[in-house]
């Protein structure tokens, strides 16, 4: 497994924005699927966004328009540009790594509160 540290969480007001990071420790950052989901108190884990290896992005229904997921693979670094910002979006936003053969890795999460 990787090591998945993620970062720009915080509190903002609805209709603001925030840009979560998600750093990767790997050499072979391109060869993985990244995705962040979300876990809302009382609330399924929720996928909210993919970038596959191959190049393909993926959104929930409740994001999509909204959040933008992007990769820098010279940075082995994904990332979710946040805008139009609701209160459901409140939730701990988990960053996680995917390679065909290998377990899941996950980051510690952040905290991405929105809230007037």
């Known amino acids: 497994q990787v090591q998945l540290v993620e970062s720009g969480g915080g509190l903002v007001q609805p209709g603001e924005s925030l840009r979560l990071s998600c750093a990767v420790s790997?050499?072979?950052?391109?060869?993985?699927?990244m995705g962040w989901y979300r876990q809302a108190p009382g609330k399924q884990r929720e996928l909210v966004a993919t970038f596959t290896s191959g190049g393909t992005t993926v959104y929930s229904d409740s994001v999509k328009g909204r959040f933008t997921i992007s990769r820098d693979n010279a940075k082995n670094t994904v990332y979710l540009q946040m805008n139009s910002l609701k209160p459901e979006d409140t939730a701990v936003y988990l960053c996680?790594?995917?390679?065909?053969?290998?377990?899941?890795?996950w980051g510690q999460g952040t905290q991405v509160t929105v809230s007037s």
């Open positions: 996680y790594a995917r390679r065909s053969g290998y377990a899941n890795s």
């Open positions: 790997t050499t072979i950052f391109s060869f993985y699927t």
